[in-house]
Antibody, heavy 119, light 110 residues
Framework: QVQLVESGGGVVQPGRSLRLSCAAS????????MHWVRQAPGKGLEWMTV????????NYADSVKDRFTISRDNSENTLYLQVNSLRAEDTAIYYC????????????WGRGTLVTVSS | QSALTQPPSASGSPGQSVTISCTGT?????????VSWYQQHPGKAPKLMIY???KRPSGVPDRFSGSKSANTASLTVSGLQAEDEADYYC??????????FGGGTKLTVL
């Protein structure tokens, strides 16, 4: 079954860190660029970061640059997002999504993992 | 990286057509043919409906169509059905390996 399954969310205090995971199955993970997109409660989608299929290139939205790090393990078919120095405004559902051949549209999404930043 | 501009809401009766606009700049929508549209039902993940301005993925009904003129892209839903009621988001490549989404449009089927 072709799917993405996120995990690692939860309630975390401001200033702390989390590592989110996205397990891929049913397709050749190592052939796809991957993205993280988040959605604050009741708000719209926000693109955050992309990583190339081989992990050698990554880029970030200005809003998360220097605090978030994307990575992947193609041997484990898993995508990661390290989120540091969390702030209340980082509270959101975090989705991983598969980029297509040209990277810039997403044909497969996970169900998301909720991160709540609260003291 | 400013968000693309979408109307907050749109509506139509069953069987009618509705068009949702997505306005950006020459640095995103107007500069590339990498505009996509996503449908999101409450509590669900987004679903790709249109890519590269006007292409439909397999399985998406041909009632959904996309177009672009200058810095504005549009999604048209023809023959509205109750299940089309959802939030719709546009997305565009914005250069330098960045992507920007619109703020979303809530489509109501009256």
């Amino acid at each position: 079954q072709v799917q993405l399954v996120e995990s690692g969310g939860g309630v975390v205090q401001p200033g702390r860190s989390l590592r989110l995971s996205c397990a891929a199955s049913g397709f050749t993970f190592s052939s796809s660029a991957m993205h993280w997109v988040r959605q604050a409660p009741g708000k719209g989608l926000e693109w955050m970061t992309v990583i190339s299929n081989d992990g050698n290139y990554e880029n970030y939205a200005d809003s998360v640059k220097d605090r978030f790090t994307i990575s992947r393990d193609n041997s484990e078919n898993t995508l990661y997002l390290q989120v540091n120095s969390l702030r209340a405004e980082d509270t959101a559902i975090y989705y991983c999504a598969r980029g297509t051949n040209n990277w810039w549209y997403f044909d497969l999404w996970g169900r998301g993992t909720l991160v709540t930043v609260s003291s | 990286q400013s968000a693309l501009t979408q109307p907050p809401s749109a509506s139509g009766s069953p069987g009618q057509s509705v068009t949702i606009s997505c306005t950006g700049t020459s640095s995103d929508v107007g500069g590339y043919n990498y505009v996509s549209w996503y449908q999101q039902h409450p509590g669900k993940a987004p679903k790709l409906m249109i890519y590269e301005v006007n292409k439909r993925p397999s399985g998406v009904p041909d009632r959904f169509s996309g177009s672009k003129s200058a810095n504005t892209a549009s999604l048209t839903v023809s023959g509205l059905q109750a299940e089309d009621e959802a939030d719709y988001y546009c997305g565009s490549y914005a250069g330098s390996s960045n992507l920007v989404f619109g703020g979303g449009t809530k489509l109501t089927v009256l």
